[in-house]
């Protein structure tokens, strides 16, 4: 990540997010609304928050083509139950680096997410990339919405 700084120790994780704030204020004026909604939202950051993603779980990811774009859907399990949704629109591009869990060594699954930042390229499009325990998404696209429920 660029921006917000995730550091694992001993305990857990470190997450720095301070200067995330700052840089959603420098891009505003180009982001898509929807996104900007999401990137400035106080709760963001606040893991007591139930809107806030952090510890959360993916339940689905879903990838539709129509014609000749590309959507995708991430539902979460919040941390505070309840269903957290990502919609992506326009994406130009995606990648999930998935590894093995250290520890139970049943573990398979991408584990809790701990951070995420959007970013705004040059280009126009974002960049939203989520670190989860066991793995990384990465998403460019040209909008995202973010819906809890």
Known sequence: MKIVKVIKDRSGFIIDSSAYRDYVVAVR????????????????????????PHDSKIEALTIKEKGWATDIEISLSGAYGGVISLSYSNVFSYSMKKRKADWPAEDFSHGDWIADEVTLEDDGFLIHEIVFINAIVKIKCKDLAYKAR
Do not use: K, V
């Open 29 to 52: 004026s180009r982001a898509p609304e929807s996104a900007l909604q999401y990137m400035l939202a106080d709760w963001h950051y606040d893991h007591l928050d139930p809107r806030c």
